[in-house]
């Protein structure tokens, strides 16, 4: 025997799949901005400055690797890429001349197999043809001022990468060389901040 669907029931059902839709499409632009298609409204996890790395003439922190964003693949020239983004603080106050970090300067590495690489210091927007993510790939910051930017880290395409990954084994991100030396983060979990050595 078929059964009879009435007309209120029918409206409540297709109200409830509406509401339902409704309220994820309110989800993507909200909590870690994991699901937004673009990442200029993310905020990046808090720094714990007890720990930094001293170059002397300037300082470098990191933040939590705790960010997580997936991009859109209208953007991406493949597919949709996973990023690990965190806060990246230079300190430059009692410098005398500018500080100049690019993204070349960072080295990612992971000891359970995970790949990844610094490709932004900041968010700069979408190309002229709106095809591309556009990140900055360098900061400058003058003698006696500190700056804080948004630090993204591209861990692959999502066919071919996974956040669960890195929830094993140590991250390493090194950042060098400055006055000779290179700064060594390492997180032995994602949450937490790395602790630094200078070298």
Same mark, same amino acid.
């Given at each position: 025997?078929?059964?009879?669907?009435?007309?209120?029931?029918?409206?409540?059902?297709?109200?409830?799949?509406?509401?339902?839709?409704?309220?994820?499409?309110?989800?993507?632009?909200?909590?870690?901005?994991?699901?937004?298609?673009?990442?200029?409204?993310?905020?990046?996890?808090?720094?714990?400055?007890?720990?930094?790395?001293?170059?002397?003439?300037?300082?470098?922190?990191?933040?939590?690797?705790?960010?997580?964003?997936?991009?859109?693949?209208?953007?991406?020239?493949?597919?949709?890429?996973?990023?690990?983004?965190? $806060?990246? +603080?230079?300190? /430059? @106050? !009692?410098? *005398?001349?500018? %500080?100049?970090?690019?993204?070349?300067?960072?080295?990612?590495?992971?000891?359970?197999?995970?790949?990844?690489?610094?490709?932004?210091? $900041?968010? +700069?927007?979408? /190309? @002229? !043809?709106? *095809?591309?993510? %556009?990140?900055?790939?360098?900061?400058?910051?003058?003698?006696?001022?500190?700056?804080?930017?948004?630090?993204?880290?591209?861990?692959?395409?999502?066919?071919?990468?996974?956040?669960?990954?890195?929830?094993?084994?140590?991250?390493?991100?090194?950042?060098?060389?400055?006055?000779?030396?290179?700064?060594?983060?390492?997180?032995?979990?994602?949450?937490?901040?790395?602790?630094?050595?200078?070298?």
């Amino acid at each position: 025997m078929s059964e009879l669907i009435t007309r209120r029931t029918f409206l409540k059902t297709t109200g409830a799949a509406a509401l339902a839709v409704a309220a994820s499409g309110m989800l993507a632009g909200c909590g870690d901005g994991a699901y937004a298609s673009t990442p200029e409204n993310l905020v990046a996890p808090p720094i714990d400055n007890s720990d930094f790395a001293n170059f002397g003439s300037f300082t470098a922190d990191i933040g939590p690797l705790s960010g997580q964003w997936t991009s859109s693949s209208i953007y991406e020239s493949d597919t949709r890429h996973n990023y690990f983004y965190t $806060g990246f +603080k230079l300190d /430059n @106050s !009692s410098g *005398t001349s500018a %500080v100049t970090v690019n993204i070349s300067n960072f080295a990612f590495k992971h000891s359970a197999g995970g790949t990844g690489k610094v490709c932004g210091l $900041g968010y +700069k927007g979408l /190309n @002229s !043809s709106k *095809t591309a993510y %556009v990140f900055n790939q360098s900061i400058t910051v003058p003698a006696g001022q500190p700056r804080n930017v948004i630090l993204f880290i591209d861990i692959g395409p999502v066919t071919t990468s996974s956040f669960d990954k890195f929830y094993r084994g140590a991250i390493t991100i090194t950042l060098g060389k400055f006055n000779q030396q290179t700064a060594t983060f390492t997180f032995n979990g994602l949450i937490g901040d790395p602790s630094s050595t200078v070298s």
